[in-house]
């Protein structure tokens, strides 16, 4: 059976960590993917998401205000790190008191950010979900001026790439998939 333009993109679509090229990721680039990625499903209309653009020239000053929380001998490794895609949107999540809402709230967001990977994926712009250990760090929430009532869901890293990575294979399908029985 041929696939879809869609199913392609879906099965092509590779998180792409490094290799970035000196193309800039502009904020108007970000607002319109965001534009249609938004449409994502949200129970009850919640719409539980913002998101913080941290753009090329903005970068240098965050990696380093981030890398400060970690110990003195991670700092360096981790502003590098923080340096290396060409900007950084902050995906941040509304917190409900009920545990059925989080868990709504949490797959609402997720799925916002898929459609933002696989639009960005179409226009050759790389995408990775990133949830080290600074997206827990109270401090990084006061640098990113995060409420008590949020959760950063991760950072994710933006640059353009000039080589596709080849798709990796999945587990056949048979090996995770059951029907009930009555």
């Known amino acids: 059976m041929e696939k879809t333009y869609l199913a392609n993109i879906i099965r092509e679509r590779r998180a792409i960590k490094k290799g970035y090229n000196d193309k800039t990721v502009t904020e108007e680039v970000v607002r319109d993917l965001l534009q249609d990625a938004r449409w994502a499903p949200t129970h009850g209309m919640r719409e539980p998401w913002r998101f913080i ?10 990696a380093k205000r981030v890398a400060s929380t970690y110990p003195e001998e991670r700092q360096e490794n981790r502003e590098n790190y923080l340096n290396e895609p060409n900007a ?3 995906a941040v999540m509304n917190v409900p008191e009920l545990e059925k809402q989080w868990d709504e709230n949490f797959g609402a967001i997720a799925t916002l950010i898929q459609n933002f990977w696989l639009l960005a994926w179409e226009k050759q712009l790389g995408v990775v979900w990133k949830t080290n250990p600074h997206i827990y760090e109270p ?7 995060v409420t008590d009532n949020e959760k950063i869901v991760g950072f994710i890293h933006l640059g353009y790439f000039d080589e596709k990575p080849a798709p990796k ?3 056949p399908l048979e090996e995770k998939f059951t029907r009930f029985k009555a």
């Open 53 to 62: 653009f941290v753009g090329e020239e903005e970068l240098p000053v965050f």
């Open 88 to 90: 950084i949107l902050v």
């Open 139 to 145: 401090k990084v929430k006061e640098i990113l001026d």
């Open 169 to 171: 294979e999945r587990t």
